[in-house]
C-alpha cells in the first residue's frame, strides 16, 4: 500500500500488441465512416420527410411513381424545388409582389396568425438572407466578466437610439456570441468599438471552432497577433 510520503510511481507504459492496433484501426474507420454516415442517413431521412408531405399533394396522374410501381426516392424534393423556383419567380413580379401585399394585409388583421407569420417571416429573411447580411468578421470580447474570453461574430455598427442612448465615449458594435455546440443560438451584445478584437480567422473557421467546442482550430496565419477594432 502506497502512502502520501512514498515516492510517485512512474505512469504505466501504454500496451502494445495485435489488439492495440487493431483498437487504434477500429478508431479511425469510426472518425472516417461517422461523418459519412450521418451526413448520407441525414440527406436520406431530408429526402424522405419531404417525400412524405409534398407527394401526397400531387394528382395521381401527375405522380410518375403511379405508373412504374417504384417509390423514388427524392420525387418529393424536386417538385418542391421546382414548385418553389416558380414561386420565387412569380413573387419577384409585379403581379406577385402585390398578391403579397395583399396577402400580407390580411394576416396583420389576425391577431394570433399575425404574431405567428412575423415570427416565421423574420427567420426565413435571417436565415436565407444574402451574403451582403452575413456577419462581417469574427471577433473576441470579454464575456462574461473582464479577463474572459469568448468569441462573437460582428454584424454592424449600433445605429438610432441604441447608439445614442448608452454614456459611451466611442462607437458601439453589435456582436453576436454564439453559445456551443449549437452556435444558431446565443446573445446579441453591444460592446464598445475599443473593447473588440478583430481576428484574422474567416467566420466558417470561428463558427467551426465553437460547434467543436474548442477542438477543431483554423490553421495559423503570418498575420499575428489579433488587433483592436479600428
Request: net charge positive.
Amino acid at each position: 500500500m502506497n502512502t502520501p510520503f512514498d515516492p510517485e510511481q512512474p505512469p504505466a507504459p501504454r500496451r502494445t500488441g495485435p489488439l492495440s492496433g487493431l483498437r487504434s484501426s477500429f478508431l479511425t474507420g469510426i472518425v472516417v465512416i461517422a461523418p459519412i454516415g450521418l451526413t448520407i442517413w441525414f440527406i436520406w431521412s431530408l429526402m424522405g420527410f419531404v417525400d412524405s408531405v409534398v407527394l401526397p399533394l400531387v394528382p395521381d396522374r401527375f405522380n410518375p411513381g403511379q405508373y412504374i410501381n417504384i417509390n423514388l426516392r427524392g420525387l418529393g424534393v424536386i417538385i418542391f424545388l421546382i414548385f418553389t423556383i416558380i414561386v420565387g419567380w412569380i413573387a419577384k413580379g409585379l403581379i406577385g409582389r402585390s398578391l403579397i401585399r395583399f396577402g400580407e394585409s390580411l394576416v396583420h388583421r389576425m391577431p394570433v396568425v399575425r404574431s405567428i407569420y412575423s415570427g416565421v417571416k423574420q427567420i426565413a429573411e435571417t436565415v436565407f438572407a444574402q451574403s451582403e447580411r452575413s456577419f462581417e468578421k469574427a471577433c473576441l470580447v470579454e464575456y462574461p466578466r473582464k479577463g474572459i474570453w469568448a468569441i462573437g461574430f460582428i454584424s454592424t455598427e449600433a445605429k438610432g437610439e441604441i447608439a445614442e442612448r448608452p454614456a459611451t465615449a466611442g462607437a458601439l458594435m453589435s456582436v453576436f456570441l454564439p453559445t456551443t455546440p449549437n452556435p444558431t443560438s446565443g446573445f446579441l451584445l453591444y460592446v464598445p468599438k475599443e473593447d473588440v478584437i478583430i481576428l484574422d480567422m474567416s467566420v466558417e473557421d470561428a463558427a467551426k471552432l465553437v460547434i467543436s467546442a474548442g477542438l477543431v482550430y483554423p490553421a495559423a496565419k503570418d498575420a499575428g497577433r489579433p488587433e483592436k477594432a479600428a
